[in-house]
């Protein structure tokens, strides 16, 4: 008699909990009433044939059991000898029989433990075939050597990290355990011992999957070199050949735990795993891992930064986050899978903090120069958000934002940074373009953008760069759609007018500008989330004698660009491709560049061309037309390598852009050292 993978789920899931009703097994399960009933039926067949009382149904109390049935003689009943295995379940088997069997395999093996004919276990075997090839291994079969995996060792090894977790996170992992490692239970406990002992001479405590796991990896490790299937050598690897964990893992593998010769190479990926898996404590000495801390600082500064929050006792979470973040580094930055069954809930629950968290972890991807998977964010997100509740904080209950611009980091980038100032109640998400808005798959309550669209959120059309009286009629603006009332809107002239009755004015146009500059340039409070000005170049860094040129004329707005480009080229701070790179934008997204009457600020993507942060202006003495109703004198060429570098020099050429007077004697000069004067001007002002 046997029991089929459903009916054993829900048999012990009846187990556990004696009196069920339908809809409560359908939610535990995720099984349809049909499936359900087929599944009990099976189960009291197979309780009926083992000599146990039938499951009983009452209609006011649902599903229980009658008889009193003890675990240790369920499990003694449920064996692979009369557990009929999933096709999932077969294909783990299956491969690690033919990893890890020092023996020759022919089909009578697989059948023996599986109890399936001789048809299934080809088909399964052929399946398997189909799924290793698109691995690049190759599953062979001969009379001498039976079935065996052709292929690259480090393919080999991870695929069998990855069987190792799915096999021991899997609702029937006693039962592949006894299939494949039935007669190493002693080897199995002296593994473990040793990596306890490990454990305390560290001073470290693994979590207790992680240590589970290490103990089936290194006997299959074991296993492996016992076949011949040793590990080529790993010159990246050899910088741990000095570490602790090292000399601790080659004296372990020199002990009766393990049967094989381990090779300084296999020595060394045992201590890449041993560094790389999550741990519960960690007062291991932190003097060589200044690195690490100061990039994990780092990137809790940038989460704080994107979701405009301050986290309390900082330094705390970070040795707290330090105990994950350190084997999350070696694990990304040496290609370790790390697999986490919470990650999808995570994504559901989450969205815009595991969002939020991935986009603060760029920081890392940079250094290891590859993403970071979405197993491992959502290991990030679970980190900050507790900590977010902890100190009582939620992002929950504040709206969300896009902005929309069209292409380019530049302009975008100085936009979404100005509106976090203006609104640090509200959680901006992304910068999009229109075509990345329309498919972005998270919600959001209002969008910002530069052009007109079709959205179902609340639009603000914004000019790419806010000047002083756009800040405060855009405030004006949310504030009423947010809260439904505006500050009142100060009268200038009537004001004037009162003043005047009880003082002389003597100047009256400077007072009136005074005033209207109190009024529209508020200034949000400096906060942690203003920009580093240690971390990032003034104006007059990038604009210089020689970046800067002054020409009578172009023949359009192409060659101005590549005449404005062009000390930056001769610089070698970009390639030629920028240059196209930012023509090609233009004549897709139109003349989005031209930020003020006047003035252009030509960008592309960084991947496009830039090898530096740069910067560099061309002033004509007659207009260039990028549109026909859009002339520019000022032609500003502005090459980003990254999302926020640029910004303080931007936002210092943006505060220098602001004042018509600024501009207007400018283009009137023909003196390179009277632009630089107001370079150095706003270099000055803004660090001040």
């Known amino acids: 008699m046997f029991l089929d993978e459903r009916s054993a789920k829900l048999l012990k899931l009846l187990e556990h909990s004696p009196i069920s009703k339908m809809k409560e097994l359908e939610a535990q399960t995720g ?32 599903y229980s059991f009658s008889g009193n049935i003890r675990d240790e003689e369920l499990n003694v ?8 295995f999933s096709e999932t379940d077969r294909e783990k088997v299956f491969y690690l029989m033919i990893l ?4 020759e395999l022919s089909v009578y093996h697989f059948q023996s433990i599986t109890g399936l004919s001789r048809n299934t276990v080809l088909k399964d075997l052929k399946r398997l075939k189909e799924k290793t090839q698109k691995l690049a291994l190759k599953i062979q079969y001969s009379k001498q050597d039976g079935y065996v995996i052709k292929g690259e060792s480090r393919v080999k090894r991870y695929i069998i990290e990855h069987l190792v977790h799915d096999v021991l996170n899997s609702s029937n992992s006693n039962l592949i355990i ?9 080897q199995i406990s002296s593994i473990r011992f040793q990596l306890e002992r490990i454990e305390r001479k560290l001073g470290i405590t693994f979590t207790d999957e992680r240590l589970h796991e290490l103990t089936y990896l290194f ?15 790993d010159q990246s690897w050899a910088q741990f050949v000095t570490t602790e964990e090292f000399k601790m893992v080659e004296e372990m593998t020199k002990t009766d735990a393990f049967q094989s010769v381990w090779s300084e190479t296999e020595n060394l990926y045992a201590t890449l795993h041993l560094l790389s898996m999550n741990r519960t404590k960690d007062i291991s000495p932190l003097k060589d891992d200044e690195f690490i801390q100061h990039l994990l600082h780092k990137i809790v500064e940038e989460f704080e930064r994107l979701a405009f929050v301050h986290l309390h006792d900082k330094e705390q979470l970070c040795q707290q986050l330090y105990v994950h973040f350190k084997p999350a580094y070696h694990r990304l930055k040496y290609g370790l899978p790390q697999m986490n069954l919470m990650t999808e809930r995570v994504q559901k629950v989450y969205p815009e903090l595991h969002h939020l968290t991935k986009k603060s972890l760029w920081l890392l991807e940079k250094e290891i120069g590859r993403s970071v998977s979405e197993e491992e964010v959502a290991y990030f997100t679970i980190y900050f958000g507790g900590w977010l509740r902890k100190q009582g904080t939620t992002l929950d209950d504040r709206k969300r934002a896009i902005v929309v611009c069209p292409n380019g980091i530049g302009i975008s980038n100085i936009l979404i940074y100005t509106l976090r100032e203006l609104f640090p109640d509200i959680l901006f998400l992304d910068v999009l373009s229109v075509r990345n808005a329309a498919e972005y798959r998270l919600s959001y309550d209002l969008v910002f ?53 009880y003082a002389t004015i003597h100047e009256l146009d400077q007072l009136e500008k005074a005033l209207q500059s109190n009024v529209y340039n508020h ?48 610089l070698g701070t970009v390639e030629e491709r920028y240059v196209e ?60 390598v990254d999302n926020d570098s640029h910004l303080r020099a931007l936002i210092q050429l943006t505060q220098l852009l602001n004042e018509p007077a600024n501009i207007e004697e400018i283009l009137q000069t023909s003196d390179k050292s009277v632009l630089m004067e107001y370079v150095h001007k706003y270099s000055k002002e803004e660090a001040e």
């Not at 890890?100 to 023996?103: A, F, T």
Request: contains cysteine; hydrophobic residues 40%; neutral net charge.
């Open 31 to 62: 099984l349809t009433r049909r499936q359900i009933q087929y599944g009990l039926n099976k189960a009291n067949d197979w309780l009926q044939f083992q000599g146990y009382q039938p499951i009983q149904y009452n209609r006011e109390t649902g």
């Open 77 to 84: 009943k449920l064996t692979k000898r009369n557990y009929i």
């Open 100 to 103: 890890l069997s020092p023996e």
């Open 178 to 186: 006894e299939c494949i490692w039935r007669n190493q239970e002693k």
């Open 219 to 233: 006997l299959c490790t074991d296993q492996l070199i016992g076949k011949g299937e040793e590990l080529q050598s």
């Open 449 to 501: 953008s530069t052009v007109h669209m079709r959205t179902k959120a609340t639009l603000f059309v914004v000019p790419p760069i806010l000047e002083m009286q756009d800040k405060h009629y855009l405030r004006q603006q949310v504030m009423q759609e947010l809260y439904g009332y505006t500050t009142d809107n100060v009268d200038v002239a009537a004001l004037l007018k009162v003043i005047s009755k």
């Open 523 to 570: 200034k949000p409070k400096v906060t942690q989330f203003s920009l580093k000005e240690a971390e990032k170049p003034v104006l007059e860094e990038l604009l210089n004698i020689q970046t800067i040129q002054l020409q009578s004329h172009v023949s359009d707005w192409k060659e101005a660009i590549q005449i404005a480009a062009k000390p930056l080229v001769d």
């Open 581 to 640: 790179a930012m023509i090609e934008a233009i004549e897709t997204n139109g003349p989005y560049v031209v930020i003020t009457p006047g003035v252009a600020i030509p960008h592309a993507r960084p991947e496009q061309g830039v090898r530096s942060l740069s910067m560099s202006l061309l002033k004509l003495d007659e207009p260039v037309d990028f549109a026909p109703d859009k002339p520019v004198r000022l032609i500003i060429v502005l090459a980003a």
